[in-house]
């Protein structure tokens, strides 16, 4: 069975810039999560779909983030237009239930400049 | 509000030594605890949790935590450290308050001393 997968692994872009993070998760998996670690700081929840619709989205941290599962499957987390501020490693996460255990992606390590 | 303290933002220890890493939580109701691990280059991993059954909690690679509620804590402990278990380490908590969000410390690095 494969696992949360993210996309890209990295990337780089300038302030200003429009950028577009995409989670598969795992198959099955009604529950999706975002999370954002800034450098130095602690992992931060951002928000939280059960299928496609957002149940919390509390912890976005501005209009310029923009969450969408359209369908119920993947998900993407665009940011536009970008910030220094918004460097940092994107988690994405899934579960069964939502009170189950999450499974992680990877990450995208997010570098503005 | 949930948070969770995690003691000490580097450990060092020598292979074959106590593992203790320190987390501490609070939560106005009955949580639920986890201890993550991330290595390097690679995503986070459940080690453990903690959902209200035993107290002392088993996880993956050896590795094991005790709730203990008169002290809020859930500490991760190994009797003996590897050099393989060099990674970060975060604690977190959930509940039911909290729509079981995960609400995170801000993360152990445990270095390995050959």
């Known amino acids: 069975e494969a696992g949360v997968t993210q996309f890209p692994s990295h990337s780089v872009i300038e302030k200003g810039q429009t950028v577009t993070l995409r989670c598969d998760p795992i198959s099955g998996h009604d529950n999706l999560y975002w999370y954002r670690r800034v450098m130095g700081k602690e992992i931060k929840f951002l928000l939280h779909?059960?299928?496609?619709?957002?149940?919390?989205e509390s912890g976005m941290p501005n209009n310029r983030f923009l969450a969408e599962r359209t369908g119920g499957t993947y998900s993407t987390l665009k940011v536009q237009p970008a910030e220094l501020e918004d460097s940092g490693v994107y988690f994405c996460a899934s579960s069964q239930e939502q009170i189950s255990e999450q499974y992680f992606g990877p990450g995208t390590r997010l570098t503005v400049t | 509000a949930q948070s969770v303290t995690q003691l000490g933002s580097h450990v060092s220890v020598s292979e074959g030594a106590l593992v203790l890493l320190r987390c501490n939580y609070s939560?106005?109701?009955?949580?639920?605890l986890f201890w993550y691990v991330q290595y390097p280059n690679q995503g986070l991993q459940l080690l453990l949790k903690?959902?209200?059954?035993a107290t002392l909690v088993k996880g993956i690679n050896g590795f094991e935590a005790e709730f203990k509620k008169s002290e809020t804590s859930f500490h991760l402990t190994k009797p003996s450290a590897h050099m393989s278990d060099a990674a970060e380490y975060f604690c977190?908590?959930?509940?039911?308050?909290?729509?079981?969000?995960?609400?995170w410390g801000a993360g152990t690095k445990l270095i390995i001393k050959p």
């Open positions: 939560s106005s109701v009955p949580p639920y």
């Open positions: 977190a908590v959930s509940d039911r308050r909290s729509n079981y969000q995960l609400i």
């Open positions: 779909f059960v299928k496609e619709s957002k149940q919390d």
């Open positions: 903690y959902t209200s059954a």
